[in-house]
Structure formats: structure tokens, C-alpha cells
């Protein structure tokens, strides 16, 4: 299966720390070698680097772990392929645009006969369940609410019951984000951490690398790291328990809704 990273802060921050170890698990500690990307929102605009070659090796990869890029919504993904071959169009972060926003989505799973009807509002490009599900996802919004973005818990709500729907086809563990909160759904196995003050050391699990964040923050600055296994040796990482929908927002969780699918209907 595919890996996560997700991070939400209160402030523009750099990912290079965690990305450094993430990189890694893309063919040199971990097998997911099938392409790997990811996307930054900085305002209102997002940077996306796609790579379907191994992030262990990729030399963009190494473009961005040593270019600090900061923003406040980050989603990477290391893939290894389920559905679809290995390919830029099939690479994941996704991005579409909805309410005049762009909208990053990236997934971690399989979804079996998850064939919905589009349409032609958002249209897959590649051959994955996670495109098709990203699709699907946004026209369902866009046909709940309209032409106008609803409040922050509205939408939470709505996305809770349509992850609900998908998760009733396999796994679905995903990162996604409109460039203001971040969006988590632990179908089978998703961690967090929040940083903030009083500040440590931390140590990278996937490579031997030490950062005092203590002498690169300040004190007011909050970071949520979301990672499919936790990046760090020597950190407290908190288990997101399965089938739960996660709502972070300034580098914090603000509200968790169950997710797992009930007992199919009698027809």
C-alpha cells in the first residue's frame, strides 16, 4: 500500500525534516517505489511536484527536501501501484478546483467495483480508485451546496457521510485540503503529532537525522504532522483509531467523526 504525509500549522512552515525520512520510505526503507508526489499551498495557489519514479532516488525529490518551501497545508504520497500502471497521470497528490479554490487529495488503499456515476463535473485522468474517488467526492459537494463553499462544519459533516459511502469499498485512508483546514480519514492505520511549545529534538526513524525545533521555531508556532507511520523514533505520535474522519485546522485537531460503514440495506 501507499504512504501519507500531511502537515497543517498556524504558520507557514517548512516540511523538510519530515520529508527528508518520507523520501526514504520510497524504495530505499520501505517498497513503495511506484512514484511519489507533493503539493504546497502557499495563499491561494499550490505548488505540486509529481514524480513517478522512486523518491529515494528522484532528483526532484531532492529539489524539494532541500528547497524550504513554507506553507501552512502540505499533503506527499508515496505510492505503490494497486490500480492503474505507473505513470505521471496516475501519481498521486490529485488537484482539482471547487468554489474557486484548488483542492489536493492524495490516497492511501484499495477500493474494489468502486465505479460511481460522474457527471462530467470532475473527470478522472488517470486509471486509479483514488482519482475516481477524489472526483466523485467533489461533485457530490458541489451537488450538496452549490456554487457558494459552506461553513467549515457543514462541510465536515457532508464529508464525513461521503466518506462513509466510498469506505464501504476497501481501504481509504486520505489526506485532503483546501488550502485552509486539513482533512484526514483513517480507514485502517493514519498517526499525528502536534508540535509546539516547549520544543525538543526529534529523530528521524527512516534516516539518521536530528532537528532541535527548539532553535528553529518560535514560541507561538504549532505544527500537526499526519503520517501513515510515524516519521520519528523519540516522539510521542498518537494512533488515529480506525474508521475516524479528522478536521485539523492552525496545527490542531478540532473534531473527529466515526467513519465505519454500517450494515448494507435490505433491498
Same mark, same amino acid.
Given at each position: 500500500?501507499?504512504q501519507l504525509l500531511g502537515m497543517?500549522?498556524? *504558520? ?18 520501505? *517498497?513503495? $517505489?511506484?512514484? /511519489? ?20 532516488? $528522484? ?25 492503474? $500502471? ?5 501519481? =498521486? ?12 487529495? #492524495? ?5 474494489? &467495483? ?14 486509479? &480508485? $483514488? ?7 467533489? @461533485? @457530490? ?9 459552506? %461553513? ?16 464501504? =469499498?476497501? %481501504? ?12 484526514? =480519514? ?7 503529532? *502536534? ?10 526513524n527512516d534516516q539518521d537525522v536530528t532537528v532541535d525545533f527548539n #532553535? ?12 501513515? @507511520? ?7 505520535? @498518537? ?7 479528522? /478536521? ?5 485537531? *478540532? ?13
Amino acid at each position: 500500500m501507499c504512504q501519507l504525509l500531511g502537515m497543517n500549522c498556524n *504558520v507557514p512552515t517548512d516540511i523538510c525534516f519530515s520529508f527528508t525520512g518520507f523520501q526514504a520510505r520510497g524504495g530505499a526503507t520501505d *517498497v513503495h $517505489s511506484d512514484g /511519489w508526489g507533493i503539493a504546497f499551498f502557499e495563499g491561494k495557489g499550490t505548488r505540486i511536484f509529481l514524480d513517478p519514479q522512486p523518491s529515494c532516488s $528522484s532528483p526532484i525529490a531532492e529539489l524539494v527536501r532541500a528547497y524550504p518551501i513554507r506553507s501552512k497545508n502540505v499533503i506527499a504520497h508515496i505510492r505503490k501501484a494497486t490500480q492503474g $500502471s505507473i505513470g505521471l497521470e496516475n501519481t =498521486h497528490p490529485f488537484m482539482r478546483e471547487l468554489w474557486g479554490r484548488y483542492w489536493i487529495f #492524495a490516497h492511501n488503499g484499495n477500493l474494489i &467495483d468502486f465505479d460511481p456515476a460522474l457527471d462530467g463535473s470532475f473527470m478522472p485522468v488517470g486509471l486509479t &480508485d $483514488s482519482e475516481r474517488a477524489f472526483c466523485w467526492l467533489l @461533485q @457530490q459537494l458541489r451537488q450538496q451546496f452549490g456554487s457558494c463553499a459552506p %461553513e467549515h462544519s457543514l462541510l465536515f459533516n457532508a464529508l464525513q457521510k461521503l466518506t462513509v459511502e466510498i469506505a464501504r =469499498h476497501g %481501504e481509504f485512508n486520505f489526506l485532503l485540503s483546501q488550502g485552509d483546514s486539513l482533512f484526514a =480519514h483513517a480507514s485502517t492505520k493514519l498517526n499525528y503529532i *502536534v508540535r509546539q511549545a516547549p520544543f525538543a529534538q526529534a529523530h528521524l526513524n527512516d534516516q539518521d537525522v536530528t532537528v532541535d525545533f527548539n #532553535a528553529v521555531t518560535n514560541p507561538e508556532d504549532r505544527v500537526a504532522v499526519i503520517a501513515t @507511520q510515524p516519521l520519528t523514533d523519540n516522539e510521542c505520535w @498518537q494512533n488515529m483509531p480506525a474508521g475516524t474522519l479528522w /478536521w485539523f485546522d492552525e496545527g490542531l485537531p *478540532v473534531q473527529t467523526l466515526a467513519t465505519l460503514p454500517g450494515p448494507e440495506k435490505k433491498r
